[in-house]
């Protein structure tokens, strides 16, 4: 089990992204929380097997259809047992 912070910087709010990396979280069984920052990245902490927080960082760094990319940057931190995965807001 693995909890890693990302930060996604680009063109990703106000198009459903949130609710883009909900989707394939919960596809790859991921626990944790999307949210936006007030400048306007996008924070995901995600929490589960190894291999699925590797392939959730390569869905953040390819982004959705409506989304520019320009930067993911990733960090393990510690696990925080959480038990689903949410939008949250500021």
Same mark, same amino acid.
């Given at each position: 089990?693995?909890?890693?912070?990302?930060?996604?910087?680009?063109?990703?709010?106000?198009?459903?992204?949130?609710?883009?990396?909900?989707?394939?979280?919960? +596809?790859?069984?991921?626990?944790?929380?999307? /949210? &936006?920052?007030?400048?306007?990245?996008?924070? %995901?902490?995600?929490?589960?097997?190894?291999?699925?927080?590797?392939?959730?960082?390569?869905?953040?760094?390819?982004?959705?259809?409506?989304?520019?990319? +320009?930067?993911?940057?990733?960090?393990?931190? /510690? &696990?925080?047992?959480?038990?689903?995965?949410? %939008?949250?807001?500021?």
């Amino acid at each position: 089990m693995k909890t890693t912070k990302i930060f996604i910087t680009g063109t990703v709010q106000g198009i459903f992204f949130r609710r883009f990396i909900k989707e394939e979280a919960e +596809k790859l069984g991921l626990k944790g929380f999307v /949210r &936006n920052l007030d400048d306007g990245r996008i924070e %995901v902490v995600a929490e589960g097997k190894d291999e699925n927080i590797n392939k959730m960082i390569a869905i953040c760094k390819k982004g959705s259809a409506h989304s520019i990319i +320009k930067n993911v940057q990733s960090q393990e931190i /510690r &696990n925080q047992g959480f038990d689903s995965f949410k %939008v949250l807001s500021l």
